[in-house]
């Protein structure tokens, strides 16, 4: 009888929280077992650069009601005894700390949609999650001696001498018995397995396999008229191998772009557009992107979750990925593939975060770009995007105080007074008089009220275009902004807007003097409910008006008041 050896310490209290805690996707070990067959496969290959019959290569999964176990096996490099000791008796150093924690974590606080193990890559020992005992028998390439490692995840592991013909690795989960809470029987349905490798290892780019019973048509009664049918057993491959976005742009049509996105994303309409790219350099990644046809369900509630799925090498990793958006791209849905983010246990968590910083800088560039592009070229288009997400941008202006708000203030619509339309910022400056000094812009809830306030039949009877903030966060942009190509902006209900000539100023003076006696009589009569009254120019139909000073406008006055303590 060998030796049993010890896990080391540290590996083992991670063991007993893996397998104690309340992780609560544990068919993820599914997954973890298949990528690690696939880098075998990976690690084979290119220790043969290359010269060798890739179409051997498969991984098999092999559920035994009977036995009750599920055993998963690739036929990649293998391990020798020091590697099987090596590799499955520690779990490396570096990252077990930060595991440790966030398995803590976790344990208080269960929503945290978190996946623990592919971020931290201890994914082997996910296994003992559904497994009772776990058995390994591996034989590696070239070698004579193929060897054993069995463990029941308490305490240690046995290393033995083992018969294997062919080169690669076999694990074999003994299931541990269901429970009221969970069942680990359903690992041995055929169908559950198929549903797995679909939603967790479809893009693993070696057949996955599996034997499966299907209705076929026996042979000879083909030509029947009835013909009949029997249960054969057969090889069947669960997943398709090729990702859509690791294919040729060109060779995507329209409607499969349209179909991942209904597939993966939670909607029945199609997508308005798809943004699909690649990137080589510091970190390399493609990127497969889509701006919803429409605003998403939920999206303006509190638990609506931004972010983009995490791929590495074609293995889904995580839901959601917060930190590859821009909040004011929250709207955007897809994922990103890398192969520089090995999720490695070894790795700082830091650098990790370094790299998906590099990646949502790219990110961000290039939805702008696009949408820049839509903008200039597909005004239409460009519109309904606008009325989807336009309060997302404008948002991102307002949140953005003062940082680079020109990546964003030209992607701003506003409407304005010529022909009711949307306008760009671009659009109305180009269409400013000579003798304008400023953009002028007045907030209220319709535009027909705002049309019919005097200032506004003023600012029109000059020729000037005059911008309709219709939305609470519209002030607040323009606060935020303060210029747009060196033009200020200004709220036309409030201050003196300089409007008049040098000869009017001097008319204007001229009647107030005249009427000096009127003017103090009327300001003693309101008392402290004005500042001043004033004679104005402001006017052209309407007998008077109220006009704010520097400072808050009336909008935003109203916004504070309405705005939740
Ligand atoms: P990671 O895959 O992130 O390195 P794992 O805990 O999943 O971490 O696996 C630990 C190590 O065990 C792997 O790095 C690999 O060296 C080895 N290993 C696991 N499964 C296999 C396999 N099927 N064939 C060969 N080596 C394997
Ligand atoms: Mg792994």
């Known amino acids: 009888m060998p030796r049993k050896k010890q896990f080391k310490s540290e590996s083992k209290r991670l063991l007993d929280l893996m397998i104690n805690s309340i992780y609560t996707h544990k068919e993820i070990f599914l997954r973890e077992l298949i990528s690690n067959a696939s880098d075998a496969i990976d690690k084979y290959y290119f220790k043969h650069a290359g010269h060798v019959d890739t179409s051997t290569f498969e991984i098999r999964l092999d559920p035994d009601k009977e036995n009750r176990t599920l055993t998963i096996s690739d036929n990649g490099i293998g391990m020798d005894a020091d590697e099987l000791e090596e590799n499955l008796g520690t779990i490396a150093k570096s990252g077990s700390l930060a595991f440790k924690e966030q398995m803590e974590k976790k344990e208080e606080n269960t929503d945290a949609d978190v996946d623990i193990i592919g971020q931290f890559g ?320 007045v907030s209220g809830s319709d535009m027909t009220l705002i049309d019919k306030m005097p200032i506004v039949q003023t600012l029109k009877n000059k020729g000037y275009e005059v911008i309709y903030l219709l939305d609470d966060v519209d002030e607040f942009v323009m606060q935020t902004l303060q210029t747009f190509r060196e033009k200020t902006f200004k709220n036309a209900t409030q201050g003196d807007l300089d409007l008049d000539s040098e000869d009017e100023k001097k008319e204007l003076e001229q009647t107030a003097q005249d009427n000096k006696e009127l003017l103090d009589f009327m300001k003693e009569s309101l008392k402290d409910r004005v500042v001043d009254v004033k004679v104005s120019n402001k006017l052209s139909d309407d007998p008077v008006c109220l006009s704010a000073g520097e400072g808050v406008s009336f909008e935003m006055e109203k916004v504070f008041a309405n705005a939740p303590e």
């Open 122 to 441: 201890v994914g082997f020992y996910s296994a003992f999650m559904v497994a009772k005992s776990v058995t390994v028998v591996s034989k590696k390439d070239g070698a004579d001696t193929a060897y054993k490692w069995v463990s029941q995840g308490d305490d240690g592991y046995f290393i033995t001498e083992s018969d294997k013909e062919d080169r690669g690795t076999t694990i074999i989960l003994a299931l541990k018995e269901d429970t009221d809470d969970e069942d680990y029987s359903q690992y041995l349905e055929t169908y559950t397995l198929e549903n797995l490798v679909k939603k967790y290892s479809d893009y693993i780019r070696y057949p996955i396999k599996m034997e499966v019973e299907t209705q076929k048509v026996k042979e000879e009664t083909k030509d029947q008229e009835k013909p009949e049918y029997e249960t054969v057993v057969e090889d069947k491959t669960l997943n398709s191998m090729v990702p859509l976005w690791k294919r040729q742009k060109s060779q995507i049509t329209k409607e499969e772009y349209d179909q991942f996105y209904k597939d993966h994303f939670q909607d029945f309409q199609d997508p308005q557009r798809v943004i699909h790219f690649s990137v080589e350099g510091n970190v390399s990644f493609t990127a497969l992107l889509y701006i919803p046809g429409r605003v998403p369900m939920g999206f303006y509630q509190q638990d609506y979750k931004k972010g983009l799925q995490l791929y590495s090498r074609g293995v889904f990793i995580m839901d959601h990925a917060e930190e590859l958006l821009p909040d004011y791209l929250r709207f955007v849905k897809g994922l990103v593939d890398s192969q520089d983010l090995s999720l490695n246990i070894s790795r700082e968590m830091l650098q990790h975060d370094n790299q998906l910083k590099l990646i949502a800088k790219r990110i961000e560039k290039k939805v702008l770009s696009e949408l820049n592009a839509m903008m200039s070229k597909e005004r239409d288009e460009y519109e309904k995007f606008w009325n989807n997400f336009g309060l997302n941008i404008k948002f991102g202006v307002y949140n953005n105080w003062g940082m680079d708000k020109d990546k964003l203030e030209n992607l701003l619509m506003f409407y304005t007074s010529h022909e009711q339309k949307l306008a760009t910022l671009n659009e109305y400056v180009d269409r400013m008089k000579e003798d304008q000094k400023s953009i002028y812009y």
